[in-house]
């Protein structure tokens, strides 16, 4: 496996979060460990660079020095749906460059960490979205559940959607991002019941997410 692909139920739901802690757990198995975010929007210029705030952070995490360009190859300014963003800079998100860079990455880590942007069918342009991008990829993927109330359904659905889609699921991930989630081990509990692949971890809700501490409520290798 030289690639985990990170997805989540929605947008913000601690896919970034997640993938940093992935990238803990990574490094304490593999030499080299390797990131990328291959499409942001919500950028800012950092250094003379138009930079996105994931990719930055996941820049940080891993442990290999990686050009900003191949961490991140589309990286918009206004924080909105990637192809919308794409299309007011009259630029075409395509996988084929995307596969280039994670390929040139690859090469010179043990395993590459990706995190994707939206849910699995937020489109990067007029015909793909992250679940081709995951396929033309072909990564196993990671789901990222942010546990609050509604998340059954979009857990139910993006589960599905990326076993149709013939991609590996490595398993899911549920992630307390509502400190006042009503009846969250039940919740767990209808996940563990409906979805065939396993859980790899429950993070806490924690007001300043500290990654050595939430890393070890994950089961991933
Ligand atoms: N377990 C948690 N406890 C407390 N806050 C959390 C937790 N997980 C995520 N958050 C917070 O929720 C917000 C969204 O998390 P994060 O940026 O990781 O989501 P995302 O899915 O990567 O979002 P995007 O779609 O923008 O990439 C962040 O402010 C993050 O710090
Ligand atoms: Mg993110």
Known sequence: M??????GTDTGVGKTLVARAIVHVMRKQYDKVGVMKPVASGAVFQNGLLQNEDAVQL???CNVPLPYALINPYCFSPAI???????LEGVAVDIKHIQTCYANIAQQVDVVVVEGAGGW???LNSTD????????LAIPVVLVIGLRLGCLNHALLTINAMYRSGVSVLGWI???I???FQYRDKNISALKQRIAAPCLGLLPFSEN?????????LQIN
């Open 2 to 7: 030289k690639g985990i692909f990170i997805t």
């Open 59 to 61: 820049q940080k995490a």
């Open 81 to 87: 749906a990637p192809h919308i963003a794409a299309d």
């Open 121 to 123: 069918l937020a489109p």
């Open 129 to 136: 979205t992250i679940e081709s991008l995951a396929q033309a």
């Open 174 to 176: 549920g992630n307390s």
């Open 178 to 180: 509502d400190p006042d």
């Open 209 to 217: 997410p500290d990654i050595a501490v939430l890393a070890p409520h």
